[in-house]
């Protein structure tokens, strides 16, 4: 397990070298979207209009913050569950985003997207969306703002916390192990 500091848009570098339960430490840019918005994303796509944010490289935090208190970018911003983009993800992993972060499994489709586009799925922390949002520092809605928390935002952040779930290599960190019938 090793430790990455990276900075947004994510390259196949940058990608290739992560490996399940390797902590990252993102900077840059990342770009919220929840299920709502991810519709939207692949209908605008679907009738040959550029998405909202370049996909390429692109880092997607599956968020809906809560408002924002006086003197700072954002409210709590804790990942959502995961599996509500799984429709979508796919299709998105093949049009260039290199990394989504939520919280919980990704179904087989997903994790055979990232295997075949390089792609990573990230893990933040459920319930400390308060603590993620101090590692917040720029947030800005750039589409749908008609959706509230569930806008697509631009955020800036420094040292946001994440661990690799899923891996370009097949690797996953929710793996139980299989219990191995001794006989005695």
């Known amino acids: ?89 796919p299709r998105l992993y093949q049009l260039g985003v290199k990394a989504t972060i939520g919280k919980g499994r990704r179904n087989p ?15 933040a922390t459920g319930g400390a969306g308060a603590l993620l949002a101090q590692r917040i520092v720029q947030a800005k809605v750039i589409a749908h703002e008609d959706l509230g928390p569930e806008a697509i935002r631009a955020l800036e952040v420094k040292d946001f916390p994440t661990v690799v779930v899923n891996d370009a290599h097949g690797g996953e960190l929710y793996v139980t192990p299989t219990r191995v019938a001794s006989g005695k």
């Open 1 to 89: 397990m090793k430790t990455h500091s990276l900075t947004t848009p994510l390259s196949d570098e940058d990608v290739q070298a992560l490996r399940t339960g390797d902590v990252v430490l993102l900077s840059g840019r990342l770009y919220t979207a929840r299920d709502a918005a991810h519709k939207r994303i692949v209908e605008a796509l679907d009738r040959g209009e550029e998405p909202p944010f370049p996909l390429e490289g692109a880092v997607i935090y599956y968020v809906g913050p809560t408002p924002a208190p006086p003197g700072r970018p954002i409210g709590a911003a804790g990942p959502t569950t995961s599996y509500r983009m799984d429709a979508f993800a």
């Open 109 to 123: 489709e997903v994790k055979e997207a990232l295997r075949a586009f390089g792609g990573v799925y990230l893990g």
